[in-house]
């Protein structure tokens, strides 16, 4: 089978940014909405050859994708190619009965919630619209609306979270019951506006992040959740399906995907891509007829191998070690397995629990 089979679309379109958001978005803009989505089918159309047949999963990401207007996100859905996976990013307060029920009838499969956390106070201070109650609002009309696989993603490390606050959030979030939870470290980028505010607290929170990460696998996993990667959970279903994102696995697992919108990266074959983050310039060349104006990197065999290693071994399966000989420092994974951080058979490596908690040191350290 030819082609990548993971489908990523970017629509970067906010009511508002977020302090601490590093992402490719653009605030309003709803007279846009309608150009962007014929530019994202434009896109498509002149990269269909990339794409394998059929699909395996089709992401939609941002920016908030449910903040685009709902006649247009409903035409992209219903022009995008079939797939096994398909999932939307959505902040609690766009959800509506109509949005649900819209995005179930277009086929999304899938509905990744930004709830990051449950504490009104830290909710204001990482500037995000929606309330407690939102979140709980939108997993309720999901449901209603027959949504039966539901993320919910949440940071740790705010300025002014307390270890309660962490545990409290994590048990807001299980008595949900999404079927996967994504947790995630909060990364600021320095000289960002929320650096020059928090810049203090933010230092103060990184000399933590090891205690939270800790807390959050140890109650996450005594709830019978799989901490698949390092930083996704999903339920153990008792259906026989496989609730991790399947997607995100893609990424993980080194295979090839396509990226549509403004932003968006793509890794095909030995070559990544990387689209123009500028939206006139992307309206202007495919309204032309034209890809748009992309950034290209050549991927090298040592390159692909290396990244193969990082991205595979935040998995809990072992890493198959077909190919990646080359990639790997002998006396690193001597002392990495003499310090019981990872076990290798012949043809596989895999990070134990422990290593999995040290994650990148242990990587680095492995790598030739």
């Given at each position: 089978m030819s082609g990548a089979r993971h489908l990523y679309v970017h629509l970067p379109f906010c009511a508002h940014r977020c302090g601490y958001c590093d992402f490719v978005t653009v605030v309003g803009r709803e007279g846009q909405h309608r150009a962007y989505v014929d530019a994202l089918l434009a896109e498509l159309e002149l990269e269909r050859a990339s794409l394998g047949d059929p699909l395996e999963?089709?992401?939609?990401?941002?920016?908030?994708?449910t903040f685009t207007a709902l006649p247009e996100l409903v035409r992209l859905l219903e022009a995008l190619p079939p797939a096994s996976e398909v999932t939307v990013e959505a902040n609690p307060e766009t959800v509506t009965p109509e949005l649900a029920r819209a995005l179930r009838t277009a086929g999304v499969t899938r509905v990744s919630l930004g709830a990051q956390t449950f504490q009104p106070g830290l909710l204001r201070v990482l500037e995000r619209a929606a309330g407690p109650d939102d979140v709980r609002r939108a997993v309720r009309l999901l449901r209603d609306a027959g949504f039966d696989n539901v993320s919910l993603d949440l940071i740790y490390g705010?300025?002014?979270?307390?270890?309660?606050?962490?545990?409290?959030?994590l048990e807001e979030a299980l008595a949900l019951e999404p079927e996967h939870l994504s947790c995630y470290e909060l990364e600021a980028k320095p000289g960002t506006r929320f650096t020059h505010a928090h810049g203090d607290e933010l230092r103060r929170q990184a000399e933590a992040m090891e205690d939270y990460f800790e807390r959050v696998v140890t109650v996450l996993t005594a709830a019978g959740l799989r901490w698949y990667e390092t930083a996704n959970f999903c339920r153990r279903p008792t259906d026989g399906r496989d609730l991790r994102s399947r997607h995100n696995l893609a990424y993980w697992l080194g295979r090839d995907y396509l990226g549509l919108g403004i932003g968006a990266v793509s890794t095909i074959g030995a070559e990544r891509r990387r689209n123009t983050p500028r939206l006139g310039r992307y309206l202007e060349s495919l309204a032309a007829g034209q890809p748009p104006e992309r950034e290209l990197e050549e991927l090298g065999g040592d390159v692909k191998a290396r990244e193969r290693v990082?991205?595979?071994?935040r998995l809990d399966e072992p890493l198959r070690l077909t190919g990646l000989g080359h990639a790997l420092d002998p006396a690193g994974l001597a002392r990495v397995e003499g310090l019981g951080l990872a076990e290798r058979t012949d043809s596989t490596l895999t990070l134990t629990e422990r290593g999995r908690y040290l994650g990148g040191a242990v990587t680095a350290e492995l790598l030739a």
């Amino acid at each position: 089978m030819s082609g990548a089979r993971h489908l990523y679309v970017h629509l970067p379109f906010c009511a508002h940014r977020c302090g601490y958001c590093d992402f490719v978005t653009v605030v309003g803009r709803e007279g846009q909405h309608r150009a962007y989505v014929d530019a994202l089918l434009a896109e498509l159309e002149l990269e269909r050859a990339s794409l394998g047949d059929p699909l395996e999963t089709v992401f939609l990401g941002g920016g908030t994708p449910t903040f685009t207007a709902l006649p247009e996100l409903v035409r992209l859905l219903e022009a995008l190619p079939p797939a096994s996976e398909v999932t939307v990013e959505a902040n609690p307060e766009t959800v509506t009965p109509e949005l649900a029920r819209a995005l179930r009838t277009a086929g999304v499969t899938r509905v990744s919630l930004g709830a990051q956390t449950f504490q009104p106070g830290l909710l204001r201070v990482l500037e995000r619209a929606a309330g407690p109650d939102d979140v709980r609002r939108a997993v309720r009309l999901l449901r209603d609306a027959g949504f039966d696989n539901v993320s919910l993603d949440l940071i740790y490390g705010i300025p002014g979270q307390s270890s309660a606050d962490l545990e409290a959030d994590l048990e807001e979030a299980l008595a949900l019951e999404p079927e996967h939870l994504s947790c995630y470290e909060l990364e600021a980028k320095p000289g960002t506006r929320f650096t020059h505010a928090h810049g203090d607290e933010l230092r103060r929170q990184a000399e933590a992040m090891e205690d939270y990460f800790e807390r959050v696998v140890t109650v996450l996993t005594a709830a019978g959740l799989r901490w698949y990667e390092t930083a996704n959970f999903c339920r153990r279903p008792t259906d026989g399906r496989d609730l991790r994102s399947r997607h995100n696995l893609a990424y993980w697992l080194g295979r090839d995907y396509l990226g549509l919108g403004i932003g968006a990266v793509s890794t095909i074959g030995a070559e990544r891509r990387r689209n123009t983050p500028r939206l006139g310039r992307y309206l202007e060349s495919l309204a032309a007829g034209q890809p748009p104006e992309r950034e290209l990197e050549e991927l090298g065999g040592d390159v692909k191998a290396r990244e193969r290693v990082m991205l595979g071994l935040r998995l809990d399966e072992p890493l198959r070690l077909t190919g990646l000989g080359h990639a790997l420092d002998p006396a690193g994974l001597a002392r990495v397995e003499g310090l019981g951080l990872a076990e290798r058979t012949d043809s596989t490596l895999t990070l134990t629990e422990r290593g999995r908690y040290l994650g990148g040191a242990v990587t680095a350290e492995l790598l030739a």
